[in-house]
């Protein structure tokens, strides 16, 4: 399924590699927007994430990269940052113009060959194919994405990626673009979980696992992480981009559970154009409200790949609204 953005000046490009089950996913912004980020978890893989510090004097982005391929995958957001400085976008220094590229992975050696992961040309592939209308499920960096891995690969499921937007007063929109490929289950609205960790085709309940173990977990090659890119028309300076991004991870723990673990990177960018008056407590809220609805929704348009079934296979039917 797509979905169309409704902010203007960001776009979406996915490159999928369905042989080695990996992919990445880039949300371009060349006019450069106002950004910041919040990371959880024990086990991030990041890049040119210290710059979205409010610290930091910085105060522009022109692009995000998710990637599978775990840190080897690091590498492709040179190939945005050569597609942006071809059109001869990026922050203005005295001698260059220097495109400002973030990034983040995903763990997804596990599902299909760990020998594949997306290199510079196929981000760049990925930027140039970039619109205002984003394909969803199993597709760019959730290609290879799975959830509820408590119990290893033969209990978990596919996740995948997908968009949701959230208006607010003064028609400013909120959406959110998220990858989920987290160790704990995916919960519903009635907070019933909808995809995760199952033995003899049951969900096992990760949370409940996890309680009553003895000792910690002995965990498998299937590793984790949820990463999620706000998107906003707001105008916010770059310490309240950091505060929606802190606010948004309340969205990870309505529809993750258990979420933030030792071997969880989770990630919130909130990037911001400021093209509209907005209110910093409006789009927090929304930010969080969004990024639930996209991690459900990720996993409802996923489709099974290499083994992991997707909630659809376990409904029997297509991908679900």
């Known amino acids: 399924m797509t979905v169309g953005i409704g902010i203007e000046g960001l776009s979406v490009g996915h490159f999928s590699d369905y042989a080695g089950m990996t992919g990445c996913t880039v949300v371009l912004a060349p006019q450069g927007v106002t950004a910041s980020v919040d990371i959880r978890g024990g086990a991030p893989g990041t890049l040119e994430t210290a710059l979205l510090s409010p610290y930091v004097f910085v105060s522009e982005l022109q692009a995000v990269v998710l990637t599978g391929g775990s840190a080897l995958g690091l590498g492709a957001a040179a190939g945005v940052s050569a597609f942006l400085r071809e059109g001869g976008y990026g922050y203005a220094t005295l001698y260059s113009r220097v495109p400002l590229v973030s990034a983040a992975v995903i763990y997804d050696l596990g599902l299909g060959s760990s020998e594949a992961f997306p290199r510079p040309d196929d981000a760049y592939a990925a930027a140039a194919s970039a619109g205002t209308v984003v394909q969803e499920g199993s597709v760019g ?20 990626i997908a968009l949701s937007t959230v208006d607010v007063g003064g028609g400013v929109t909120v959406g959110a673009l998220t990858v989920v490929n987290a160790l704990g289950d995916v919960l519903d609205e009635k907070g019933e979980i909808l995809a995760g ?19 910690a977990p002995a965990f ?17 300076d770059k310490l309240q981009c950091s505060i929606v991004a ?5 969205g990870f723990a309505r529809a993750i559970d258990p979420v933030h673990t030792p071997v969880d990177g989770d990630c919130v960018f909130v990037l911001a154009s400021g093209a509209k008056e907005g209110d910093v407590f409006q789009v927090g809220v929304a930010a969080a409200e969004a990024v639930s609805r996209s991690i459900r929704r990720a996993v409802r348009q996923a489709r099974g790949l290499g083994g992991a079934l997707s909630v659809s296979d376990l409904a029997g039917e297509g991908a679900l609204p």
């Open 220 to 236: 498998g090659a299937a590793e984790n992480t949820t990463l999620s890119v706000v998107m906003t028309d707001a105008r916010l």
């Open 246 to 250: 802190r606010m948004s991870h309340d």
């Open 141 to 160: 960096v959730g290609t290879g994405a799975t959830v509820g891995k408590l119990l290893g690969r033969e209990g978990m499921m596919k996740g995948g």
């Open 197 to 215: 960790a199952r033995k003899n085709e049951t969900f096992v309940g990760s949370k409940d696992v996890l309680l009553n173990m003895c000792g």
